[in-house]
C-alpha cells in the first residue's frame, strides 16, 4: 500500500522587525545656562517655602494691587512650572531643548493653569452678578487670577459689572464674571498659541 507523501507547508516567516530607534533629546542648552536653570529650580523652592509663607501674611502683601499679590505670591510656582513643564513641552514642540523654548513653554505652561484650569475650577470668587463671594483678603483672595482680572476690569470699565446679558442657560450674568470665566480663557488660549507659535503673529500681520 502506497503511502502519500504529506507535501510540506511553506510557511513564510516574517523578517524580524528591526526595534525602532530610541530618541534621545537634543539638549542644546550651554554650561551656563544649565548653571541658570539649576538657580532658577532652587530659587524657587526658596521662594515657596521660605519666602512666600511669610509674606502672604505682612501689612505689605495686603496693602498691594491683586496683581501684584497674584504675581509675588505665585513668583516661586511659577518658576517651578518653566522649569518642570517648559522642558518637556519645548521637547515636544521642537525636538529639542532650549532655554529659550523652555521659558516659552514654562510661560505658556503656567498660563494654561492657572488662568484656564484653576480659575475654571470651583469655587468661584465671583458671582454670576458680578459681586465678590469672598472678600476677606487674609483668605488669599488676593492671589487668585479670578481676583486679578476682577481688578483689571474693573479698574478699565467701571461700569462692567452693571452691565448684563441673558444667557440661555443662566439667565442675566453681569459682563463682568462673563468676561472673567468665559473671555479670559479663550484670550488666554490665543496668547498661548502666539506663544508656542510666535510666527502666526507674523503670518497673521502680513495678511
Request: hydrophobic residues 50%.
Amino acid at each position: 500500500m502506497r503511502v502519500k507523501s504529506k507535501k510540506k507547508l511553506a510557511i513564510n516567516v516574517p523578517k524580524a522587525i528591526e526595534s525602532e530607534k530610541i530618541k534621545i533629546p537634543q539638549f542644546k542648552i550651554t554650561k551656563q545656562e544649565w548653571i541658570a536653570i539649576v538657580n532658577i529650580t532652587a530659587f524657587a523652592f526658596i521662594w515657596m517655602l521660605f519666602i512666600a509663607p511669610q509674606l502672604m501674611y505682612s501689612d505689605f502683601f495686603l496693602s498691594l494691587t491683586p496683581p501684584l499679590q497674584y504675581f509675588l505670591y505665585n513668583f516661586g510656582i511659577m518658576l517651578f512650572t518653566f522649569i518642570v513643564l517648559g522642558i518637556p513641552l519645548s521637547y515636544t514642540m521642537k525636538h529639542h531643548v532650549d532655554l529659550k523654548g523652555v521659558i516659552r513653554g514654562g510661560l505658556t505652561s503656567w498660563l494654561f493653569v492657572s488662568f484656564v484650569i484653576d480659575m475654571l475650577e470651583p469655587p468661584y470668587i465671583i458671582a454670576p452678578d458680578g459681586k465678590m463671594l469672598l472678600t476677606n483678603m487674609e483668605s488669599l483672595v488676593g492671589t487668585s487670577p479670578d481676583y486679578t482680572l476682577h481688578w483689571f476690569y474693573t479698574t478699565l470699565f467701571p461700569n462692567i459689572e452693571n452691565i448684563f446679558i441673558v444667557l440661555p442657560f443662566s439667565g442675566d450674568c453681569s459682563l463682568l464674571f462673563i468676561s472673567i470665566y468665559f473671555l479670559s480663557p479663550v484670550f488666554v488660549v490665543i496668547i498661548m498659541a502666539l506663544l508656542l507659535k510666535p510666527g502666526m503673529l507674523r503670518k497673521l500681520l502680513l495678511r
